[in-house]
């Protein structure tokens, strides 16, 4: 194995994990890698002094161009957008800032900066990348990448969930939803939902889904329990491990249809994501190894 090929492997799973949550997307990401690759194999390695950092540089790049088309094809998108799941390895789960930055609640948080500070964010609190080397990669000065990511940090704390929830509180809650959804029983949903509970659907326009977020604990649950009433019976309800953190996915027929995540703050729901367009379910098949 040449060198170039050795040292592109070695961080393939890092480039991935970097170009993943500036995107929000699996199959954008895997673009991003196969780009990356293209210009790695075209780079005189003995100009290189850190191969890690150069990559990153390189996949930084290419998602941030990304990142932009992507936000047109964002605007023209049927009902709200929600991040693509990956079916992630238990490893995943023990790194607990890993599990953290790629969860549903945290890459909708990172949907609301800028793709430049989507990107310091990124790889400074992350991925904890040197601030020259990140302004290298997004081709800024060191002391605007500094006020970049300051104003970006507090951009997140403002929204990301109020505390680290751990993956039994999570996996507590969603026992909690899924004996209420299979029951029908409308109290005990009521009970797990926080008042302020907001519930978005991703149907990309080819699977039926709430078109706008519903919010509110009454409205949300009674939306489930007339939802779930009509499919009881053909589908089947289940636990795994999505994006880090503890997730149900419904199948009808072995395949899965909906893959549902859950925002908690202070023991109650207070985000439900539930995404069941096709295209977005592809990585669901297998796990994928995501890495810092």
Request: proline letters at 3%; charged letters at 25%; hydrophobic letters at 45%.
């Amino acid at each position: 194995m040449d060198s170039a090929t050795e040292a592109f492997l070695a961080h393939r799973n890092l480039l991935f994990t970097v170009a993943y949550e500036m995107l929000g997307s699996a199959a954008d990401a895997e673009d991003v890698l196969q780009e990356t690759w293209l210009r790695w194999v075209g780079v005189d390695l003995d100009t290189v002094r850190e191969q890690r950092a150069y990559l990153v540089r390189i996949a930084t790049r290419q998602a941030l161009a990304r990142l932009r088309t992507l936000g047109r094809r964002k605007e023209s998108y049927v009902g709200s957008w929600l991040p693509e799941p990956l079916l992630t390895t238990p490893d995943v789960a023990e790194d607990v800032e890993l599990a953290d930055s790629v969860s549903m609640a945290m890459l909708l948080v990172l949907e609301t900066l800028t793709p430049t500070e989507r990107a310091v964010f990124v790889l400074r609190e992350v991925f904890d990348l040197a601030y020259d080397e990140i302004a290298g990669a997004v081709d800024k000065s060191e002391a605007a990448v500094r006020q970049i990511a300051h104003r970006a940090r507090a951009h997140v704390a403002a929204r990301r969930p109020r505390g680290v929830v751990s993956q039994a509180e999570t996996r507590d809650a969603l026992q909690a939803f899924q004996r209420a959804a299979e029951t029908g029983d409308l109290q005990s949903l009521l009970d797990i939902l926080a008042p302020d509970v907001v519930l978005l659907g991703d149907g990309g326009g080819v699977k039926q889904a709430v078109l706008r977020p519903v919010v509110g604990a009454d409205k949300v649950a009674r939306l489930l329990v007339a939802g779930l009433g009509r499919v009881a019976g053909t589908m089947s309800l289940g636990p795994a491990q999505v994006n880090g953190y503890p997730a149900l996915i419904f199948r009808q027929d072995d395949e899965i249809d909906t893959v549902v995540a859950v925002r908690i703050d202070d023991g109650l729901i207070t985000g439900l994501y539930a995404v069941r367009n096709p295209e977005k379910l592809s990585h669901m098949q297998r796990e994928t190894t995501l890495r810092r």
